[in-house]
Nanobody, 121 residues
Framework: QVQLVESGGGLVQAGGSLRLSCAAS????????MGWFRQVPGKEREFVGA????????YYADSVKGRFTISGDNAKNTVYLQMNSLKPEDTAVYYC??????????????WGQGTQVTVTS
């Protein structure tokens, strides 16, 4: 059973940056893909990005491409989400997840507890 613990959320002004961390236990990041999702009240949880463990290849939603970067530290079994040029519409609860790829999309298999990111204008 994988356990995921996010940290690093908070309040930031538009144009600012935050880095989220996701520490994984019970599953090695290097062997499995990991991802980030976000959710606002009343909306479905949406995919933000993913990273494959072995190759470190990354995938991003169009809405964050060029602003967000996912990286991983195999030694620490930790995945990061660096968020730059933040916009108010990035405000959401961000979830780390162990993910799997279907034919058309990434899906979460195991979830962290979430961390709130609030971007003020």
């Amino acid at each position: 059973q994988v356990q995921l613990v996010e940290s690093g959320g908070g309040l930031v002004q538009a144009g600012g940056s935050l880095r989220l961390s996701c520490a994984a236990s019970g599953r090695t990041f290097s062997s499995s893909p990991m991802g980030w999702f976000r959710q606002v009240p009343g909306k479905e949880r949406e995919f933000v990005g993913a990273i494959t463990g072995r190759s470190g290849r990354t995938y991003y939603a169009d809405s964050v491409k060029g602003r967000f970067t996912i990286s991983g530290d195999n030694a620490k079994n930790t995945v990061y989400l660096q968020m730059n040029s933040l916009k108010p519409e990035d405000t959401a609860v961000y979830y780390c997840a162990a993910v799997s790829r279907t034919d058309t999309r990434w899906v979460g298999v195991s979830w962290g507890q979430g961390t709130q990111v609030t971007v003020t204008s």
